[in-house]
T-cell receptor, first 113, second 113 residues
């Protein structure tokens, strides 16, 4: 499978716990994006990497959120001290160049109970 | 603040009907407009429209960009039940050395047999 891969597919966690998601982009894509989508809404931008550099972060990305892309390949998104409002689908996308359409992964659905 | 607005929010039609979905945008720097189809998981790319490519067609789907009116439409002719999905409009915005896409809330299309 040469698409964007995200793990896990589903995560249920108790409020206050930390969670980490992983995204493996298409191998030759140097741009990687994280989005969050809640029910009835379009995806909301969280952050953007070009290679290993995090070039853009949304105001939505509070101090409890951190994303890394240490070697310019896979990326992780960590949420510390989860809250019920963090329940959402977390989508990762990658692209080769700015004018390419993004390819999305299947997402990680987070439920905080 | 950059924003993308889609209408209608939801639409129910009978198989065989033709539908038109609308998207309008207000952004600081426009690079391209994208349409995605989202069924249960990841959005899948349909079209990209730019200043140099304002009309695209693929089978029963077609899209037009009106840069003067800051809007786009997505047409689906001879609809089929498999067209039932959420259709997302997004705009790729320039942002110094980075870029991101801003999504609308989507139009939920339901096709009745």
């Amino acid at each position: 499978d040469t698409g964007v891969s995200q793990n896990p597919r589903h995560k249920i966690t108790k409020r206050g716990q930390n969670v980490t998601f992983r995204c493996d982009p298409i191998s030759e894509h140097n741009r990687l994006y994280w989005y969050r989508q809640t029910l009835g809404q379009g995806p909301e931008f969280l952050t953007y990497f070009q290679n290993e550099a995090q070039l853009e972060k949304s105001r939505l990305l509070s101090d409890r959120f951190s994303a890394e892309r240490p070697k310019g390949s896979f990326s992780t998104l960590e949420i510390q001290r989860t809250e019920q409002g963090d329940s959402a689908m977390y989508l990762c996308a990658s692209s080769l160049a700015a004018y390419d359409g993004y390819t999305f992964g299947s997402g990680t659905r987070l439920t905080v109970v | 603040e950059d924003k993308v607005v889609q209408s209608p929010l939801s639409l129910v039609v009978h198989e065989g009907d033709t539908v038109t979905l609308n998207c309008s945008y207000e952004v600081t720097n426009f690079r391209s407009l994208l349409w995605y189809k989202q069924e249960k998981k990841a959005p899948t790319f349909l079209f990209m429209l730019t200043s140099s490519g304002i009309e695209k067609k693929s089978g029963r789907l077609s899209s037009i960009l009106d840069k003067k009116e800051l809007s786009s439409i997505l047409n689906i002719t001879a609809t089929q039940t498999g067209d039932s999905a959420i259709y997302l409009c997004a705009v790729d915005v320039s942002y110094s050395s980075a870029s991101k896409i801003i999504f609308g809330s989507g139009t939920r299309l339901s096709i009745r047999p």
